[in-house]
């Protein structure tokens, strides 16, 4: 009796076609496979040629064993000419592994079932044999594949290194992320940088320095699935020997977020007060806010909830040393002026 589909395969990839067998019957769809209709006795070509003439549509189990066996080769050149003759889909290959199709192969849309899961692999089946893909969109293609919902950094500040804890959670937007979500840092080129993971599952991995911009990427032990929400925590050490930084840090925000946290200790620092100012760097609203003054005791946290983007969040701070050199700057000002005064 004719059956619906003959299942064309290498040896090699006996598991995969009698899986692609099991979901269609059960579909309803009657199938011919080698593994279960050829029985001991039969004449091998045959019962191909009789499969290849009655069965309405061939399956191909697309691999570099499929391709390089000469067998494989006859049975589905065997259905192209029915193919072009009647113009319709006769052929349905259903690629499992990276292959390079040429040649009369290659203009046939194939099912990709390389890195899905099971559940997936299994509809894009469905779907291609029956002709039904479903018509839907996955909405409006982000113009960024990761959300960061919340962010807290822990600065700790020496004289000749700065250690920061960086604590992120992340909605992943699109699947397109496979394991990786990049960051960068920027600081001076002829200072050390250290960056690590503290949470379990995840590597810092890509680590490269182009003139003031390090690039990394954060790698999980698992691909980021669209909606899927991730936390992790990193440690970054910048050192500060040459002293080019002084008495300042700045974070810019480009997108939303719903929270933002700085905490900043100063272990040997004698800091007398804390300055805290917002910097828009949008084009379509300039401007910048006055500068607030806090007074410092021990650690400094500023926290904001659903921070204005397109923004720099800049924290500055005085010690008692720089309040000392601002008085005698002052003492010493008020001096000349009062002896170019007595002078005139």
Known sequence: MAKDLFISYSKY???????IAEILESEGISVTIQAWDFLP???FVAKINQALIECEKLIIVLSNHYLDSAWCQEEWTSKLSQKD??????????????????GLLS????INLVDKDEADAKKLILEGV?????????GFPPSLYVQYTEKHLDYTIYDDHIVIFQRFKVKILADKCNRHINRKIEWFKDEDIRIESVTEGVTIQDFNIIDTVCNYSVVFDHDLK?????????????TNNNHHFENIISQKIMTPIKKFVINIHFPTLPIKTIYTQIIADNQAKVWTSSPETHTFDRDFVWELKDPEPHCEYRISWNTWLDQIR???SCESNQAQLDNHTQNT
């Not at 203009?107 to 194939?110: A, G, K, L, N, R």
């Not at 669209?226 to 910048?238: A, D, G, P």
């Open 130 to 138: 029956f002709g039904t893909k479903e018509r839907q969109s996955v």
């Open 85 to 102: 003759a009647l113009k319709e889909r006769r052929i349905i290959p259903v690629k499992i592994e990276q292959v390079e199709v040429k």
């Open 41 to 43: 006795g039969d004449n």
């Open 107 to 110: 203009p046939i849309v194939y």
């Open 226 to 238: 669209k909606n899927e929400q991730v936390e992790f925590t990193i440690t970054t050490t910048v």
């Open 326 to 328: 601002l008085w005698q």
């Open 13 to 19: 990839d006996e598991a995969y076609a009698t899986w």
